[in-house]
């Protein structure tokens, strides 16, 4: 992965935040804008479209959950990350983050290498669902790797980032049960432990808004796509 191609926009009202964490994704070839005000940082998200976005929970003016909203209301920025930066570990703040569209939560302090190995994962996932060849159809739905797009009965649906890639994995093998682990480890590159319930929000939201009948819970296993 040439770092060199990804630009990431660190979002953080803390200066030295700002200026540690900008030092360390530009000494690994990122290109990197830095940005301590809610309503500049949105402007320059427009502006430069990162391939990713890095933001603080705690933002004076407008908080990290109604950057992520603005952010995701801008269909430029479809194709871009949103990463929770924060110090905030309780379960509802992680819960309203993925809700508002977050594509993952890392909880403060985190060594930089670690910080950096968890952003070149998402990137590379990115990188993954982008292939062209990528398009299946499955039970009425046609997955789009390529425009992250959803298509069911004719209806354009626009998915999350994080809700399309757990959706396509589930694709890649309907009536397969993936595991809770599996899930975790090939979307957001870590386990993600049972208390936490960020695959559940994400499963939750996708029946929102495709249906029940789509995705089949294994009661303390994992979930599998029905055909």
Partial sequence: METADYKILVIDNDLEVCAG??????????????????????QIAAGEKPQLILVDLLMPVLDGIDICIELRNNEELANSLVVFYTARNEDYSQIAAFNAGADDYIIKPVKPRVLISRLKALLKRHVMYSDPDLKKKVMGLTIDRERYLIVRDGEQIILPRK?????????????????????????????IFSKNRTIDVHIRKLRE???????????GIGYSLEI
């Avoid at 093998?173 to 480890?185: A, C, D, G, M």
Wanted: hydrophobic residues 40%.
């Fill in 163 to 191: 809700e399309f890639e757990l959706l396509a994995l589930l694709s890649t093998s309907p009536r397969k049960v993936f595991t809770r682990k599996e899930i975790s480890q090939l979307i957001w590159g870590y386990e």
């Fill in 209 to 219: 808004k495709l249906g029940e009948k789509y995705i089949k819970t294994i009661k």
């Fill in 21 to 42: 964490t900008g030092s360390a994704l530009r000494a690994e070839g990122f290109n990197v804008l830095v940005s301590a005000d809610s309503r500049e940082a949105i």
